[in-house]
């Protein structure tokens, strides 16, 4: 008797993988899809329109105020407490 309830609880362990399986594979396909050509013209169009200041041989130097890397001045070398 207790074969038959183990397999029992077996085939419903399978039965709950399958569906959760199926759920998570359903979710997948669901989901909004980009095509390839679109996406790399996206990429193309950002990297033309954004200024990198890592890049300054494409792009020139750029003014302090528009450098995020640029090390920020204190006003001295000193401060008092």
Not at 34 to 41: F, N, R, T
């Amino acid at each position: 008797m207790s074969t038959r309830t183990n397999k029992a609880t077996m085939q419903e362990l399978k039965l709950r993988r399958l569906l959760e399986n199926n759920h998570r594979l359903r979710e997948e396909l669901a989901r909004p899809r980009v095509m390839v050509s679109i996406a790399s013209l996206n990429l193309i169009n950002y990297t033309r329109q954004t200024k990198d200041p890592l890049i300054p041989a494409v792009w020139g130097t750029l003014a302090k105020g528009e450098d995020p890397y640029a090390p920020v001045e204190t006003g001295g070398c000193c401060s008092l407490m």
